[in-house]
């Protein structure tokens, strides 16, 4: 049986930082190496049957071109997902992932760029069941029962507690230093499930339970990510911030598409 997916797509530089070093994949969307965000939602329906996917990707390196990193990784992804049958969903994630790495590690080689990296968090689905990868601190939550839950696994350290904690793994390490290991794990889906992909400028401004609070009280996926954003533009806004947010649907509903951002600007 297939399931409809619903989705939403939401990224926005923030009230503090000049640059976006966001990006994005959604349905064969991403954006451009220099951007501003997205000046309005990408919202739609597709299929599970079609095996969508959904990342979000987050650069580093400050004015070391972290929003290249980002491209590359939204880029990489895009092309190994056009290029690729998927039909062992767990193997194109890993072998993905390595190849965004590589990709990343060639441009600063090339550049001369002595630190540059993304995280990454994608989520793929097929008939029956969801997979989700991550590598970095961007997040992948299910929403399942009136209950959040992250599903992804940060990658970073621990010990450090007076500070935001520096990242243990990222995309753009090379491989003659540190082998990556992203989180990849499987896991069902049921009518009703909603999945949060985001990068931290979300999870950073606003905790969980505000996050859940809005998911259950809004009544499509595209005015709970427009509450999610505003949310965390009203707390600071202190770093970019993007959302992709998914309901899984027995039944197509139907679909009404509001696509003004121009409150959040």
Known sequence: MS???EYTALCHKGMIRSKNQDNLWCMGTFL??????L??????ITESRYSPAFAVFDGMGG??????AAYIAANGFDAAYQGS??????????????????AICEYAKEHYI?????TAAILMFDKKDIYFCNIGDSRIYQFSGKKLTQIS???SDSIVTDRKPPLTQSLGIPESEFVIAPYVARGLYEDGDQYLICSDGLTDMIPEETISEVISGSVTVLRSAEVLLQRALESGGNDNITIVLCTVRKQRRRFSISQSMQNMR
Do not use: P, W
């Open 3 to 5: 399931y409809y997916i």
């Open 32 to 37: 451009e190496s220099e951007n501003d965000g």
């Open 39 to 44: 000046s309005e939602a990408i919202s739609g």
């Open 63 to 68: 004015e070391q071109q972290g929003e290249v």
């Open 85 to 102: 049958s998927k039909k062992d969903t767990k193997k194109f994630l890993l072998d993905t992932c390595a190849g965004m790495n590589r």
């Open 114 to 118: 002595r630190s540059i990296g993304s």
């Open 153 to 155: 696994h940060d990658h």
